[in-house]
């Protein structure tokens, strides 16, 4: 048998959900779940108790009995919903080598017939070599001014079908209670080591970023970091400038130093692989 607390902390983990963000879907207090993984609430109402298992999608008695019962085993959330066409665009572009649809769904169902040893990262591949509770540091430069150079391996499947994954140099270890402050968890968060002075002060050369890569949309606006057309990654300050009637939404890409230029796209002409949620500085 479960406590509250444990069992709360695992099933938010099963679902890659940060407690606030889980909080806000299911129409609860936003600190309603975080107090409960921070162990400042041991108790709750009958009426809560129904709530918080809607939010966890649990089946409340058995909740109730500390244990975890998902009211539906595929019911999990689709982190990259709300990005739409741009996703699949990024897809392609960053990820996909060679293979039909087929053999793609065959390694996404099957990520044990991957025979390569290495530690990486992919969108089909998932997470190779990398523990639950680490972030990866991805072997790429993430340039701040433009540029960076993307390092990528072919991983196989058993069924012949290559992918693109992006190579894991080093990984990182953060307490959760403070992934859950930034609403992240360790499945969907990545380390992106950056150069350059673009978006000085704000982020340095020499900075390592954190990305939430669940975030493919400029919503809302802040510091994401993005595919350059030169196949390596750029960090910037991006906001929808365009008006909601327009035909096409176009995204202000904005350098804090204001020594380089803003260009402002269309959504469908950049990429976006996640937003900036933290940084570690040596300044």
Do not use: C
């Not at 709530?51 to 058995?62: E, G």
């Amino acid at each position: 048998m479960m406590t509250l607390r444990e069992l709360v902390t695992e099933r938010l983990k099963q679902l890659g959900l940060g407690p606030v963000e889980a909080a806000t879907q299911a129409g609860l207090e936003r600190t309603f779940i975080r107090d409960i993984v921070e162990d400042r609430k041991k108790s709750i109402r009958s009426d809560k108790m129904e709530s918080l298992a809607d939010a966890l999608k649990l089946d409340v008695d058995a909740m109730r009995r500390g244990v975890i019962k998902p009211t539906d085993e595929s019911d999990f959330p689709e982190p990259n919903a709300r990005i739409g066409e741009n996703v699949e665009m990024l897809r392609k572009k960053m990820h996909v080598v060679q293979g039909s649809d087929s053999s793609r769904k065959s390694a996404q169902k099957d990520k044990s017939s991957v025979t390569d040893s290495s530690r990486t990262i992919g969108s089909e591949t998932g997470r190779q070599g990398i523990e639950d509770d680490e972030i990866p540091e991805i072997d790429v430069v993430a340039g701040l001014g433009g540029g960076g150079v993307s390092v990528t391996t072919e991983v196989t499947a058993d069924n012949g079908a290559s992918f693109a994954a992006e190579v894991v140099r080093d990984h990182w270890r953060i307490p959760e209670r403070l992934l859950w402050h930034a609403n992240a968890s360790t499945k969907h968060v990545a380390a992106l080591p950056v150069q350059g002075d673009s978006m000085a002060p704000t982020i340095i050369d020499g900075d390592v970023v954190f990305i939430d890569t669940r975030h493919r949309a400029p919503s809302p606006p802040g510091l994401y970091a993005l595919a350059d057309e030169f196949g390596g990654m750029i960090v910037k300050r991006l906001e929808v400038v365009s008006k909601p009637s327009d035909e096409f939404v176009e995204v202000s890409i904005i350098s804090d130093n204001k020594n380089h230029s803003t260009r402002t796209l269309t959504l469908q002409e950049i990429s976006i692989v996640g937003r900036v949620i933290g940084r570690f500085t040596t300044s």
